[in-house]
């Protein structure tokens, strides 16, 4: 490597700490950045001049700094321009969401499609539609889309779905299929990102996410834990029983043959979906709470290996084991407690996400604001006067 | 947090950042530092005298930068004064080695004894008598040890062994029965750091220890995973078959009582260890063949687990696993392949580890090493002239 690049990878760098430390201590003055970063007052004064100019900080006023000295004009992070598009592809919906550098939520539309019964293409050309909808209201509000990713229920390399088993369909590469960039990204990821972004405050847990797959995301430490590449966290293909039921991928005895969707209508004798199998399971019905008695037992099977292997601070559930809780949680609570209390001083906590459907989206669009904090070098450099 | 605050750990930041540098670039001058790192050259200049003063970085001649300017006189990282102690506890070995800053290593002793049959107090008896001698040798070399790790066969709650079975050890603060100052770790975890930083070369991998325990350490992008508490990796006690043999954990049907060393060697039916199991495989015994055939398969099972949660980029059998691998690892390749071969790219690679016994030591006096290097103001700090 030269020491231009390094030279730039450092300005880079310097770039992101200051944008960083804005956003953590804004309103700041440059003055105060420079004492802080140790960066000369002079490299700060471009860089916030940079930050300005591609409206990600805004002057917010004077603020003196401690006794002595003239006041100086302060800077903090802005909401009003720089923002970013979360989308879904859903079994039965699209989704999608903006929100601001500042994290705000500034708007979400959801539209109800079989996704099922439509190609890729088809399901595309509405997803465009709908983006095109969010994007055209954000810029009403003066917002400008700096970037975009997408969800897609199953894995993803390097921006190929590899198989969506819910929606039938294998190998596309779905960002060709939309007319702007975008990023594309197993959902059970964003969900944990939006359950870790905008949902019940924890910095580290296990999210279960999916419907007809059962996905995870796991949160470290505040980040995500993606494996060496991208495919962490498949708690569908956990094995719980070596001898069990064959499944799609190849395998037998998957947590998916248990607790998946399908596999929990089928043993709960329910075609109507899981809001018909919550009436019945309100009901009383037998053969619904033994399916769900089940599905709860294997969940705890696997969750019990998945805590081995990472270790999670907290379980949360979303997906359609967050309505179907009641049913579920406490048989895969015992399971848990049973086989993990023996040996650790804490077994984690189970509970239930309060996003709802929205976790994946929302995961989506923040990950482009922290992709673009991160480095907001990158995001200037493309969107210079003329070329935004 | 004050500004005064973190104002000293942007300091420290730089710090770490300078060295860095030289580590990654040196011999370097003080000016290309400067330059690199968009730090003042007084700041630079003072930061590199510091580290200098803790014989950290040597002045190694006059570079010339470019073709204008005078030359400058270039600083390297130094071999020859910091340096650090790995330990570890076996079952039936204790072992010691000294580690300098460049991670060259020093020094590597060894000794024979049966941990299972002495108390905590007479193991750390003999483990002290261990580690001075190596301290005295390191000295005679003119390096300082500035930091010790011990490898322990347990899980480890600040600095407390909760339970390390194949000692007959519980809750033992081990760091309380030593004369000097030491971090005490998960053996599988610094096995994993040495196979990083000594073994193979790879940056993606499932490392696998163990002797009685079964432990596994994950590497991702060259970093130890280590879960919310510490205790990633418990491999030994992923669940293979919910309604198979009871374990000491309080679960049924972990890896363990399949295919750690007392499961292994009591369905071989051999009473003398690993070596001897070797012995029998080597003469074709169908009991020790066959318990090795249904090791492989439970190992199998458990890794698949392991990868669907997980995605390493490979995996490394060390430990047991590695004299044992001609009769195991066929079949558990097999199980991979046959388990993952559907819905994946690529099935990790299933190695073995060439560190044999030393992996965990290495990783020990390695994980001191790199904590020196990401943090030099700490060590600096306590290592002012005077109180070393």
Chains 1, 2 share one sequence.
């Not at 700060?44 to 900080?57: E, H, N, P, R, T």
């Not at 969506?164 to 299929?177: F, Y």
């Not at 998946?260 to 199998?277: F, H, M, S, T, Y």
């Not at 650790?344 to 906590?349: E, H, S």
Request: proline share 4%; charged share 20%; glycine share 14%.
């Amino acid at each position: 490597m030269t020491q231009a690049v390094r030279h730039d990878s450092m300005r880079a760098r310097n770039l992101g700490v200051v944008l960083h430390e804005i956003r953590r201590s804004g309103p700041i003055t440059r003055a105060a950045l420079a004492e802080i970063t140790g960066l000369t007052k002079t490299t700060v004064s471009k860089m916030v001049g940079d930050l300005l100019g591609g409206g990600m900080v805004v002057e917010s006023g004077a603020l003196r700094e401690g006794e002595r000295g003239r006041p100086g004009t302060a800077v903090s992070l802005s909401g009003d321009r720089v923002a970013a598009l979360g989308l879904e592809i859903g079994v039965d919906h699209l989704s999608a969401c903006v929100v601001d550098l500042t994290l705000s939520v500034r708007l979400r539309r959801t539209q109800a499609v079989d996704n099922r019964s439509t190609s890729p293409v088809e399901t595309l050309h509405h997803l465009r539609k709908l983006a095109h909808r969010a994007v055209d209201e954000a810029r009403s509000k003066g917002l400008v889309i700096a970037g975009s990713t997408l969800a897609v229920p199953g894995p993803v390399d390097d921006g190929l779905l590899r198989a969506a088993p819910n929606l039938g369909w294998r190998d596309v590469r779905v960002g060709d299929l939309l007319d702007f960039p975008v990023t594309v990204e197993n959902e059970a990821n964003l969900a944990a990102l939006g359950e870790l972004w905008f949902g019940s405050g924890h910095d580290d847990f296990l999210h279960v996410s999916g419907e007809a797959n059962i996905g995870a995301g796991l949160v470290v430490g505040g980040a995500l834990f993606r494996g060496a590449r991208g495919h962490a966290g498949e708690l569908g293909h956990v094995i719980v029983s070596p001898g069990g039921p064959a499944c799609h991928c190849g395998g037998r005895g998957c947590l998916e043959q248990y607790a998946g969707q399908e596999a929990l209508l089928k043993a709960a004798d329910v075609l109507g979906g899981i809001p018909e199998l919550v009436e019945r399971l309100r009901g009383g019905e037998t053969t619904a709470l033994r399916a769900c008695d089940r599905a709860g037992q294997a969940l705890g099977v696997a969750l019990t290996s998945a805590v081995r292997l990472t270790d999670p601070g907290a379980i949360v559930l979303g997906g359609i084991f967050a309505p179907l809780f009641p049913w579920i949680g406490g048989r895969t609570r015992d399971m848990l407690t049973a086989r993990l209390a023996g040996t650790r001083q804490a077994v984690p906590g189970l509970g239930v996400s309060r996003l709802g459907g929205a976790a994946a989206t929302l995961g989506a669009a923040g990950q482009v604001i922290h992709r673009i904090i991160a480095d907001p070098g990158a995001h200037l450099t493309t969107t210079r006067p003329g070329t935004a």
